[in-house]
């Protein structure tokens, strides 16, 4: 008999990023993994939205978003990105010096590994997340730390086995 109790999509390893979002002049950044390049070329990409959060709010305004890559140094922060919602909270004010704003508007975390640029198009209701498809717009590459992913975050304790 099969005794592995962990579901197979939890077994697998997988990055973590920060979406940074803005509509009305107000910023925003999430925790998302369900993330995935879809095209090469043109290289596009799909982000799983979650329902209710501000996230999609924004985006349904301004269809436009930063992915921020992160890197192991910063799974502090996914407390307050990733299970805190802008709905209630002010998370640029609560960031404070740890994100910088760049030239079009966006919150950037400071020393991501790398930022890219994300203008969504069309979705997919996938249940409780849109799947939303995103055309490149640019990309920057910033430092070779090491990324953030799902396994670090389980060691960390930051999220369940
Ligand atoms: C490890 C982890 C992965 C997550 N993955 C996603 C994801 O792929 N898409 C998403 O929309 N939310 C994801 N979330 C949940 C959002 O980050 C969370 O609902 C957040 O509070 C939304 O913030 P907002 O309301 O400010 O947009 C994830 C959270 C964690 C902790």
Redesign the pocket.
């Known amino acids: 008999m099969n005794k592995i109790r962990v579901k197979p999509w939890n077994r697998v390893d997988g990055p973590?990023y920060s979406?940074s979002t803005t509509a009305h002049g107000k910023g925003?950044?999430?925790?998302?993994?369900?993330?995935t390049p879809i095209s090469m070329k043109p290289k596009r990409y799909i982000?799983?939205?979650?329902k209710g959060?501000?996230?999609?709010e924004n985006l349904e305004e301004n269809p436009e978003g930063v992915l921020n890559f992160m890197t192991s140094k910063m799974s502090s922060l996914?407390n307050l990105?990733?299970?805190?919602?802008?709905?209630k909270i002010d998370?640029i004010k609560k960031l404070g010096d740890r994100i910088q704003l760049s030239e079009d508007g966006f919150y950037l975390l400071k020393d991501s590994l790398a930022t890219v640029r994300l203008k969504f198009t069309t979705r997919l209701d996938g249940g409780d997340?849109w799947a939303w498809l995103a055309e490149v717009v640019s990309y920057e590459n910033n430092n070779d730390h090491k990324p953030l992913t799902?396994e670090y975050?389980k060691r960390q304790k930051v999220?369940l086995a």
Not at 28 to 35: A, D, G, K, P, R
Not at 53 to 56: A, E, F, G, S
Not at 81 to 87: M, Y
Request: hydrophobic share 40%; aromatic share 6%; proline share 0%.
């Open positions: 973590i979406l925003n950044l999430n925790i998302c993994s369900y993330v982000v799983g939205v979650y959060t501000k996230t999609l996914v990105l990733g299970k805190k919602s802008g709905h998370k997340h799902l975050l999220i």
